[in-house]
């Protein structure tokens, strides 16, 4: 009998293999018809006897870099036709499809790398359909050559007859790509200088997929020092990348889950536990008691490692705050007096992109950056809205809501910065531009005094579109609803830094009853002076001084803390979760000057005692958590000589404890709901554990991916379709 099916495939479809795939398995099954790419996914015409086989194969082993969105059929009249046959891309119509992100150097890649019969033999830019660089390289969908930086380079006649070869693994491999006719790295000899100067201590800058790293032996202290003094980073740890899992394992505790995340395709960098006693990382990471690791993830990383096997610093190439540079002129210009060897290349970075930096607790993959590899990255959206959602100020990232998916671009920066802010408005207006849409509503923060909320707001008067204003953490819990799949109501928790709340006061320890569309404020932790507003927030001993201030004034008399607050000038109040940690990091003698953001929570996370079950006293009244016992009993302790591994450990657990209470009390009042945790709080892991510990299963925690401010915007992107503006 002879059947016909018309198939829609979306989602991640097309630069992956797909139409070979599909090529192969129909040609194999003896049906005939043919398989296009459209704006809309990708469309195959089926006719013949196994049809019904075909589909099992598709929806249990489609090409390895696909995600399918959905599959839709349709029967068709039958014809009969010689073969099966791969057919242009379709052109016109409102782009529906994804853009990959970049995919580290695949097995079969790397074989042929260090083949020295291969003809890409130590080729750094060696790639297939089934790795290789994408967004990176975008400059317009749909993803084929002449859209992306690789245009500039014609193919050789060996890599054009792979290139339309469909039984070729590289087979419409858009950045194909040969030592004969490909990009070239510079200087021509730059193995052997990569080598000399790696040996030597020397810092090197190299240009990688989505921006320039800068490297040096992280095994050299000296070298490790050096770099820190030229790039004006005093303490912040830095990223190591190591030639295999044997080395993570010599200096973290990795476990099964972490091990499959480091070598997945993704390659990002994980946070991992340092083992006990590791000398001689020194310098690295500071005071704390993670590292950061990655496994090298291009063809070039691979050709250094061979050169030199041991594990090498490697971190954004820029200054302080500034964004990572990725073009050739910028890093000659900025990175002078950094970097004592420049590595570049001639493959054109279209689309910056910082390495993703991810982490497991409890047996969850945490994404405290997206970026190369981990993003842009699609979820299914609960309507077919076009929404703009600008995100926060801090970890900017936005996201763009159209055809019933939401799309999480990489980490752009902190906006305080005005280069990422140009950074941002240039992502917005390529990402616009790609999938051929126009918002018609555009997400920001309530903060009136954010980058974000101003060219938000800018944007939105230009296209005479609304612009809709969502409290901080009620975007960052409905950003972990999206995430789950839930709409609420739930339960949420929401501990963070620093966040603009409906009264005006600074927000961060808040529980809610909330929903997509609405929230309540039910509890929180009891508001204190932020002396100095921002200033406080980059002094631990500021806030420590502002709580030991409603404990017993005459402690903390005459400091500076207190004439801001008796004076009443720019002292906002706040309930933040997050300078609550500051100020403990500061009275247990951790760390009073951060050099950066997060160091003082980090630091008291590191000190603690994970044997430690004792906590310490607080209590909730009304609608307020209150913790003025819990500084009381923490100091008297401290007075006793308990000390502060013990003393940080105790301030995890209580916590965790009233995560409980709160939770249970809620759960009396609205019912048996999930529990939902965001906010940059909740990047801590002990936190995290602890919390899954003492609340066991009695209750559903649904942890956000995204804690920090990089989950925002897909929450403000929520909540603005569930208002039906
Ligand atoms: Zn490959
Ligand atoms: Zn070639
Ligand atoms: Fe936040």
Not at 58 to 87: C, H, M, V, W, Y
Not at 186 to 211: D, F, L, M
Not at 331 to 353: M, P, Q, S, W, Y
């Amino acid at each position: 009998m002879n059947k016909a099916l018309h198939i829609h495939v979306t989602g991640i479809v097309q630069g992956v293999g797909f139409r070979p795939w599909v090529w192969k398995t129909a040609t194999e099954l003896h049906l005939t018809g043919s398989v296009r790419n459209g704006f809309d996914g990708v469309r195959i015409e089926l006719y013949g006897d196994h049809i019904e086989q075909f589909l099992e194969r598709l929806r249990s082993g489609p090409p390895p870099l696909s995600k399918i969105n959905s599959i839709q059929t349709l029967e068709t009249e039958f014809q009969a036709l010689e073969d099966f046959r791969i057919l242009e891309s379709d052109p016109g119509g409102e782009a529906l499809q994804q853009i990959s992100p970049d995919i580290s150097v695949c097995d079969d890649c790397r074989r042929e790398l260090f083949d020295c019969g291969d003809r890409r033999f130590r080729y750094p830019f060696i790639n297939c359909v089934n790795c290789g660089p994408r967004f990176s390289i975008i400059e317009n969908l749909p993803y084929d050559r002449p859209q992306t930086s690789m245009r500039e380079f014609n193919m050789c006649p060996d890599c054009a007859a792979e290139y339309s070869n469909p039984s070729d693994r590289r087979y419409h491999a858009q950045p194909i790509a040969c030592p004969v006719c490909g990009p070239a790295v510079s200087p021509e000899n730059w193995q052997q200088e990569w080598k000399q100067s790696i040996k030597a201590g020397k810092i090197i800058a190299e240009k990688g997929v989505g921006g320039f790293h800068l490297a040096c032996d992280a095994l050299n202290p000296a070298a490790v020092s050096k770099l820190r003094k030229r790039k004006g980073r005093e303490a912040k740890p830095f990223a190591l990348m190591v030639p295999d899992l044997e080395w993570v394992r010599s200096v973290c505790e990795v476990s099964p889950d972490e091990e499959k995340l480091l070598a997945s395709r993704e390659r990002p960098i994980v946070l991992l536990r340092l083992k006990g006693g590791f000398q001689t990382l020194e310098n690295i990471a500071p005071g704390l008691s993670t590292l950061g690791i990655m496994l090298p993830y291009t063809p070039m990383h691979d050709i250094m490692f061979d050169l030199f096997p041991h594990p090498v610093v490697m971190t954004s190439a820029n200054y302080t705050a500034e964004p990572m540079i990725h073009t050739n002129a910028a890093a000659r210009e900025k990175l002078e007096g950094i970097a004592d060897l420049f590595l570049t290349h001639n493959r054109e970075i279209v689309n910056r992109c910082d390495d993703p930096v991810c982490a497991v607790y409890g047996g969850q993959t945490v994404v405290l950056r997206p970026g190369r590899g981990t993003a842009p990255v699609s979820f299914p959206f609960p309507s077919d809205e076009t929404i703009l959602a600008f995100g926060a100020d801090m970890k900017n990232t936005f996201a763009l809501a159209h055809h019933g998916q939401i799309t999480l671009h990489p980490y752009i920066g902190d906006l305080e910065n005005p280069e990422a802010q140009q950074i941002l408005e240039r992502a917005i207006g390529r990402e616009l531009e790609c999938f051929n849409v126009d918002p018609t509503l555009i997400m920001h923060d309530l903060h009136p005094d954010y980058f974000s909320t101003r060219m938000a707001e800018t944007f939105a008067a230009r296209r005479e579109v609304p612009a809709i204003g969502i409290q901080h953490h009620h975007a960052h819990l409905a950003g972990a609803l999206l995430e789950h799949g839930l709409h609420g109501p739930a339960i949420g928790f929401a501990f963070d830094g620093t966040g603009y709340g409906t009264d005006g006061t600074i927000w961060g320890g808040e529980a809610m009853l909330f929903s997509a569309r609405e929230f309540s404020r039910e509890l929180y932790l009891r508001p204190f002076a932020l002396p100095g507003g921002d200033a406080a927030v980059k002094s631990p001993r500021r806030v420590a001084d502002a709580l030991l201030y409603q404990l017993d004034p005459a402690r903390v008399a005459g400091s500076i803390a207190v004439q801001l607050i008796e004076s009443g000038i720019n002292c906002p109040m706040t309930s933040s979760v997050g300078r609550l940690f500051d100020a403990v990091s500061c009275l247990l003698g951790i760390c009073e000057k951060p050099t950066f953001d997060g160091e003082a929570a980090m630091r008291l996370e590191a000190v603690a005692d994970r044997t430690e079950t004792g906590d310490l006293q607080f209590g909730i009244r009304e609608k307020e958590i209150d913790w003025r016992p819990l500084i009381a009993d923490l100091l008297d302790e401290k007075e006793k000589g308990v000390g502060a591994e013990i003393l940080s450990a105790r301030f995890h657990n209580t916590l965790a404890e009233m995560v409980y209470l709160c939770g249970r009390k809620l759960a009396e009042k609205h019912g048996d709901l999930p529990w939902v945790f965001s906010g940059g709080v909740f990047q801590n892991r002990l936190l995290v554990e602890r919390i899954q510990r003492v609340v066991g299963s009695e209750f559903r925690l649904c942890f956000s991916s995204y804690p920090n401010d990089s989950g925002i915007a897909l929450g403000q992107a929520l909540i603005g379709v569930k208002n039906g503006h």
